[in-house]
């Protein structure tokens, strides 16, 4: 990838990154386990699914090429925490996915079609035919999941992310 590109999108996802656990900084373990929403996800629960159905999926599935077969196939289980697992871990392994993802971005040119094509994205109706265009698609997907945990935030304690 041309590395002006490479690094504007890389700069913009990282900012994106830093917002959802900024947006988490300060919450005690109890915090990060309680939905708040009637959707009934955690915050770390959120990160979770950053962690498996973001980065991983996008970054080292997609773009990588890298086999599906690690995807949790009950529904909803990218989503899951278990009770013994500390929260820390949880943030630690996004931390880690980020840093291989973006290992995996810096080999990438951004006019090449992606390593693997999901066969999900034809029942989605999707595609995705370059890996500027998976990207680009994941952060948009971050953004999303960082407004997500800013209106959470603000329901658990009244902290604003951004006061405007």
Request: with cysteine.
């Amino acid at each position: 990838m041309p590395s002006a590109e490479r690094d504007l999108l890389v700069a913009h996802l990282d900012a994106q990154r830093r917002h959802v656990l900024g947006a988490l900084d300060g919450l005690d373990d109890d915090q990060l386990r309680a939905p708040v929403l009637p959707s009934g996800w955690s915050p770390i629960g959120l990160v979770r699914h950053l962690t498996l159905a973001d980065e991983r999926y996008w970054c080292r599935s997609i773009i990588g090429g890298e086999p599906l077969d690690w995807f949790p196939d009950e529904p909803g289980a990218d989503w899951r925490v278990r009770a013994d697992e500390p929260s820390s871990a949880v943030l630690d392994a996004y931390r880690c996915e980020i840093a291989r993802s973006n290992e995996v971005i810096a080999s990438a040119d951004p006019d090449d079609p992606p390593g693997r094509r999901d066969p999900l994205w034809d029942e989605w109706g999707i595609d995705f035919p370059t890996v500027r265009s998976v990207v680009l698609h994941l952060l948009v997907e971050t953004a999303t999941h960082a407004g997500h945990l800013d209106a959470v935030r603000e329901l658990i304690d009244g902290r604003l992310w951004l006061e405007v």
